[in-house]
C-alpha cells in the first residue's frame, strides 16, 4: 500500500487524456520543446558574444574620484521637477 501500482498509473493516464483529449496534449508537449529549443538558441548566441568580446576588447574600469559626489536619483528627479 506504499507505492503506486502500475494499475494507478493507467488510471491516471485514462483521466488525464480523457480530460485534455490526445490533440491538446501532444500540442502541449510541442510547446514545450519548441520552448526548450528556443532556451538553448538563446544561451548559445549570449555566449558566442562574450568570447568574442573578451579576446577582442580588453575590459574598462570605471574610477571614482575621492572628492566627487555621485549624483544621485533624488536630486536628478529634482532639478528635473525644477526645470519642468
Known sequence: MGGASIWHWIVVGLIVVLLFGRGKISAMMGDVAQGIKAFKKGMA??????????????ARSIEHQPGEAAPSAHNTNANANKAG
Open 45 to 58: 548566441e549570449d555566449e558566442q558574444p562574450a568570447q568574442g568580446q573578451a579576446s577582442s576588447e580588453p
